[in-house]
């Protein structure tokens, strides 16, 4: 096996064993990312020669004593997200040449540990999309099967891990971007509760619906992030107050006994494929033989629930994105005057998806059809 397809828990145990430095582990993924980013088109931005450097930093730390869970640990973050002197585009032409000052929390609980920031990973621009293709540097491949899409919007991040660019990656999620790619390319993807881990840093799209999660190889590899980005934020007043649970008690435990709610609407849906039906009824299948109780359960309102994304996502966004002008930061392009300037950066800076979520949201908050 590479190194660059352990997992963080194998990885771990390596690094803390000697078997292998946090250097020779950031190569490995380094090397694969050089093979393979041509056909996928995973990351933006590689951060080479700062990886290198922090690797080395990662294995005085080691030598030392001093590591922390996610010392020495390769790992990518979706662009949408702000990374200190790393460019972060949110897969947008009008944020091409923006370096953030700052790291959004839960990169910078990550980062001071000694983890190797890799690079950044393509998504569907500022999270509008759920196949990656809405990116204005192109779409990304699924890692198994390059005729296919990755999903999105977290789509880059998903196929990294997938394809063992990373041992894993931060995400974003506000309707299934990270559940969703993850499902597309076999990985773990995993949406917290709101609130759970801070959005400070985050590019938002919906405010009141985003979230930041990983995306890992393994559910262990999964819960033991969480173990480390989530808790209250004085920078995010909608962290939950709450002590953070233990997102690692359990593991050794079997699932015998315990209650998976089904909802029934689900499996009512119009235009639900007979494929997707099967399948999921196959593991529900499997959960009742490894001892699960299956209770059946309404979620009546669900089938509402695309329409009021489609109020909510888009007016939110809609009023997120005006801070992206051409004046404050980001691309400017030339105008004859300051609408013009305004226009013309946003008609070359936004992608038509982007376009069409701000005029439906605009749409929706506009005094006449409020």
Known sequence: MSL????????????????????????????????????????ITVCEENALEEARIADGLLNSGEDAPLTGIPFSVKDAICTAGVRSTGSAKILDNY??????????????QGAVLVGKNNCDAFGHGASNENSMYGPVRNPHDLSKVAGGSSGGSAAAVA?????????????????????????????????????YGIMPMASSLDTVGPIAKTSYDAALLMSQTAG?????????????????DGFDKDISGLRVGVPKEYLELEGLSDEVRTMTEQ?????????????????????YAIAVYYILVPSEDS????????????????????????????????????????????YALSAGYY
């Open 4 to 43: 660059n397809e352990l997992t963080i828990k194998q990885a771990q145990e390596g690094l803390r064993a000697k078997k292998f430095t946090a250097v020779e582990l950031t190569q490995a993924c380094l090397n694969r990312i050089k093979e393979r980013n041509a056909d996928i088109n995973a990351f």
């Open 99 to 112: 370096i953030p000052p700052f790291d959004a929390t839960v990169i910078g609980k990550i980062r001071k």
């Open 163 to 199: 394809d063992n660019m990373c041992l894993f990656a931060i995400a974003e999620d506000t309707g299934g971007s990270i559940r969703q790619p993850a499902s597309f390319c076999g990985v773990v993807g995993f949406r917290p509760s709101y609130g759970r881990n801070s959005r």
């Open 232 to 248: 209250q934020d004085a920078l995010d007043a909608t962290t939950l107050q709450e002590q953070t649970p233990n997102y690692l």
């Open 283 to 303: 593991q529900i299948d499997k959960l009742k033989s490894l001892g699960c109780k299956i209770e059946s359960v309404s979620l009546p309102h669900t089938k």
């Open 319 to 362: 009023s997120n994105l005006g801070r992206l002008d051409g004046i404050r930061y980001g691309v400017r392009e030339k105008g004859k005057d300051l609408y013009d300037l305004y226009a013309t950066s946003r008609e070359k800076g936004f992608p038509e998806e982007v376009k069409r979520r701000i005029l439906i949201g605009t």
